[in-house]
């Protein structure tokens, strides 16, 4: 009796191998869609939301009354006009220069303050250096707001009321910026510092030759941090400046809303969207410092 040939594949066998793999293989999606098509729409319908606000305020800007309250989304006839009451009648460009001086001060200031307090941090001992680092800590638990009264009649005791020495001066020690340095210190390898102490360099040269240039991405993002927060300042000015041609651009902002119940927004907007202009440039300017100062890896 002839035995049957397991190896042998009939025609049907064949046909119906090729349809099931057929259907087993996936679909090539078209060149033209992306990967992760979902994820591009969720990230894109996130952006729109988030930036609607934005989007609207400067429609806003360049609308009259009638317009804004018309719900036009579309480019209005009273730019020239909001500009003129902006700039000229309320003088905005001026509280923008006094915040733009106060908000480069305390920022540079704040800044070395910073790479000097981690570095004393990292690579001095000293006795409490851990209940000094804690005390810090403890600091960044307090905001402004809870020493304002304080913080008020000491810098009246010292003359520097309506000054932008109040401005300035109060807000140069950040522990902010003392702990990101102190981490970012602690993780550079100590083989530098012992190669700085054998070629005799000073901590200080130590601190701007070698530790710096490689701070880069930290001090970057340090300084957004702080420009930012600067610029935002509103309820010190308020009671330390009592000229108002010192005072900073949210002062500024409120006048434009004035006393009476009328609010007139397209001039209120014209200048919301100019005082956003600064902090918007120095983010995009030191972006990527921003993004890649808080990588506090050994890689860095």
């Known amino acids: 009796m002839e035995r049957e040939n397991p190896t042998t594949i009939t025609a049907g066998s064949t046909e119906a191998v090729t349809r099931t793999a057929i259907q087993a293989a996936p ?5 033209w869609v992306p990967e992760r098509w979902y994820a591009h729409i969720i990230l894109w319908i996130a952006c729109i939301i988030i930036g609607f606000p934005l989007f609207y305020a400067i429609i806003v800007s360049t609308q009259s009354q009638g317009e804004v309250f018309a719900y036009k989304f579309i480019p209005g006839t009273s730019f020239a006009d909001n500009w003129n009451i902006v700039i000229n009648n309320r003088n905005l460009h001026t509280y923008i ?22 570095l004393a941090f990292v690579y001095f001992k000293f006795p409490g250096k851990w209940l000094v680092f804690g005390f810090v800590l403890i600091t960044l638990m307090m ?5 304002i009264l304080a913080l008020y009649r000491f810098v009246n005791t010292l003359g520097w009321g309506n000054t932008y020495m109040a401005l300035i001066v109060p807000f140069l020690a950040s522990a902010t910026g003392t702990f990101l340095f102190r981490q970012h210190f602690a993780n550079i390898p100590a083989e530098l510092s012992e190669a700085a102490q054998l070629d005799g360099a000073t901590p200080l040269q130590f601190l701007f030759r070698v530790l710096v240039p490689i701070s880069w991405n930290t001090i970057g ?10 610029w935002n300042m509103y309820i010190w000015p308020v009671f330390i400046m009592r000229d108002q041609s010192r005072q900073v651009v949210q002062q500024g902002l409120r006048t434009l809303i004035g006393g009476d119940a009328s609010l007139v927004y397209g001039p209120l907007m014209m200048g919301a969207v100019i005082a956003s202009i600064p902090p918007i440039l120095v983010f995009i300017l030191l972006q990527k410092q921003f993004m890649s100062g808080f990588q506090l890896s050994r890689d860095k």
């Open 27 to 31: 679909r090539r999606r078209p060149a």
């Open 97 to 118: 220069f006094n915040t733009i001086f106060i908000a480069i001060a305390v920022t540079v200031g704040k800044t070395i303050l910073s790479l000097l307090s981690g």
């Open 143 to 147: 905001p402004t707001e809870i020493l």
């Open 221 to 230: 993002a340090l300084a957004v941090i702080q420009f930012v927060y600067v």
